[in-house]
């Protein structure tokens, strides 16, 4: 809190040697005058601020400059201002957790389903390009273990 201490001039502390009367004497003119170079020592000014004051302190210190009206005001827009943020970020951080939480329900087994599709289009192609490869090196083996299934099946095996 701030501390108030009262300096007395020394102009006042000095009381007059001759009493004043209607006319103007140079020690009156002397009394008006004032020095820029003032015998007021900072070690006063020093004693008077406490040291473990805080900028907070100060700042809440002058709350009595504002009027209440003012003040009202200026709270109530700061309290709806910072609502408005809490809820927005509450909102706004539930409606992430839907989305991620729906994305993990239903993206993790539709990747995991397409990968095991594209595993069997892959061996698919595999097994053809093999069957390919053995047409080239050996011509007509594939046709004629045909034949000697169907001529099986005419001599009465059944087919399985």
């Known amino acids: 809190m701030v501390k108030l201490q009262e300096v007395e001039d020394e102009h006042f502390k000095e009381k007059p040697t001759q009493p004043k009367t ?18 007021f020592s900072t070690e006063s000014y020093d004693d008077a601020v406490p040291e473990d004051e805080t900028l907070y302190d100060r700042i809440t ?27 927005t970020v509450s909102f706004g951080g539930k409606t992430l957790w839907v989305l991620s939480t729906s994305a993990f329900l239903l993206g993790v087994p539709w990747a995991l389903a397409l990968a095991e599709e594209q595993q069997y289009v892959q061996m698919e192609r595999e097994q053809g390009m093999i069957k390919g490869a053995n047409e080239m090196l050996t011509p007509g083996a594939g046709a004629a273990n045909d034949l000697t299934n169907l001529e099986g099946q005419k001599e009465g095996q059944p087919a399985l």
């Not at 006319?23 to 005058?33: H, M």
């Not at 002058?62 to 827009?77: A, F």
């Open 22 to 39: 209607g006319a103007v004497l140079e020690s009156d003119e002397d009394d008006d005058f004032t020095d820029t170079d003032s015998e």
């Open 61 to 87: 210190a002058l709350k009595d400059m504002i009027p209440p009206q003012s003040r009202h005001k200026i709270t109530s827009t700061i309290s709806s201002l910072t609502n408005f943020a809490k809820s």
